[in-house]
């Protein structure tokens, strides 16, 4: 048994038995035995920790998905891997992961953990963890009550980072505002080297149209969405870094997957959209980085199973659904498009909560371009969530038929609309805590099997 105090024994101790409790009698509750440890002991996680070579994965979007892929490729590659899968990415849970995988009498050896982490969380961890790799997907406007503008968000990952100068960055080379960045740690960039469209121009709406150097707009040889993008700037020539893993060619795009050249490995990635692209893109960087082959990361990418609200598919009797997290604009806009990739009728449902992890200010609404799905064959328009009548009025200034609307707060009811529907697939695109508490409710009914 490595060396520990009696204070760090009794703070595990307790986070262990908080952990049950919580799992079988609150059914939840991924964070709070993180809080219990802390309070007995606030280094606790720099012990937990000890031995592990960590990932850390963090940015506005993607963070889930991107922890999952790089997981299973090392899983595929049989290493020893833990991560936090809930999604608990703030401090304490992020503490409750480690602690739920200690041993007393084990010692770590050549285990990897692949830690999801919340943006201005990331100061907390690097105080305790000195990662081997630390990804930033990327930076948008996202809870502005909460982070203010991308440029505050960047700010509180850079102060963990500064931290850690030995941590190797691993970087979305497309984020403008990564680039050019004053620190000791080796990094390296990732980034796509063809077009998806024929698009040039950044929406007016985009988060970082101006040159972080001398404020003058960016250009761009081609944009993938919102911001990101092969810019460059024509009065001071900051442009993208160099890339050393690329996107070279995309063979084929559908609401099911994507097929694409990565380097010079073609790659079947089983979820749809071009943010799952960037996804798939991070993590093959970091697999490669750390020593895998590139038939394991393909296996594993194709193999990918989507859960807990990133485009999750389940069954409601026989109406298959598909469940989007949606949170920011950018994030919403890339939603939209997978949608306007549908070739058959569908129906959708959009849920707008506004509590406090969602971002209290649902004014964001109206910078996605719900105009863009206006045309498409959408025959039912469920609209939920403490928030329904908000949403409803921008999907009707928008131009989605209002005759089809059916507005439902109840999540019985809803469900029950959404049986009845006349298409056979359902998008449910939901902002997160909608998106939690309607995944608890079908779990309860027998349609999730598990929660967390």
């Known amino acids: 048994m490595t060396k520990i105090s009696i204070k760090s024994i009794l703070s595990i101790l307790l986070a262990k038995s908080t952990a049950f409790l919580s799992k079988h009698i609150l059914k ?12 007995v002991d606030k280094t606790i996680l720099k012990k937990v920790s000890a031995g592990y070579k960590v990932i850390l994965v963090t940015g506005t979007n993607g963070k889930t998905t991107t922890t999952s892929m790089i997981t299973n490729i090392l899983r595929e590659k049989d290493f020893n891997v833990i991560t936090n899968n809930t999604g608990a990415n703030l401090y304490p849970g992020i503490t409750a992961c480690f602690i739920s995988n200690y041993k007393f009498f084990k010692k770590v050896e050549n285990r990897y953990a692949v830690i999801e982490v919340d943006e201005a969380n990331v100061k907390f961890i690097t105080e305790h963890i000195n990662p081997e790799i630390i990804t930033v997907t990327n930076l948008f406007r996202d809870q502005l009550d909460r982070y203010g503008e991308v440029y505050t968000t960047l700010n509180k990952i850079l102060e963990g980072v500064v931290k850690v100068p030995s ?12 680039g050019k960045l004053d620190l000791k740690n080796p990094t390296i960039y990732y980034g796509f080297n063809t077009p998806i469209s024929e698009n040039s121009s950044i929406d007016i709406n985009a988060d970082s149209k101006f040159c972080k150097v001398c404020k003058s707009r960016y250009s761009y040889n081609f944009v993938t969405y919102n911001h990101l993008g092969d810019f460059y700037c024509d009065e001071c020539g900051y442009k993208r870094p160099e890339l050393s893993y690329s996107v070279n060619k995309i063979f084929d795009l559908t609401p099911e997957n994507s097929s694409v050249l990565i380097n010079d490995t073609e790659i079947l990635i089983s979820q749809s959209g071009a943010y799952n692209i960037y996804n798939a893109l991070c993590a093959y960087s970091i697999t490669k980085e750390l020593g895998v082959e590139d038939n394991i990361i393909a296996n594993s990418l194709q193999n990918q199973n989507s859960s807990f609200g990133r485009q999750e598919q389940i069954q409601i009797d026989n109406k298959h659904i598909e469940i989007i997290l949606v949170k920011n604009p950018a994030g919403y806009n890339q939603a939209l498009d997978t949608l306007c990739l549908n070739k058959e009728d569908f129906s959708a449902a959009f849920l707008l909560n506004d509590n406090y992890a969602d971002g209290r200010d649902v004014s964001w609404i109206w910078d996605v371009d719900f105009e863009k799905i206006s045309s498409l064959p959408i025959k039912n328009i469920f609209v939920s969530g403490m928030r329904m009548y908000d949403m ?3 999907l009707k200034i928008a131009g989605l038929d209002k005759d089809k609307f059916v507005l439902e ?5 809803l469900t029950e609309a959404i049986k009845n529907s006349s298409c056979s697939k359902v998008y449910i695109l939901a902002t997160y805590t909608a998106m939690i508490n309607y995944r608890k409710y079908l779990h309860s009914k027998g349609y999730i099997k598990k929660l967390w």
Do not use: Q
């Open 392 to 394: 409803a009025v921008r």
């Open 28 to 39: 939840g509750g991924s964070t709070f035995p993180g809080k219990v440890a802390l309070k």
């Open 167 to 178: 941590s190797k960055l691993i970087l979305n080379g497309d984020e403008s505002l990564l």
């Open 409 to 413: 707060e109840d999540y019985e009811k």
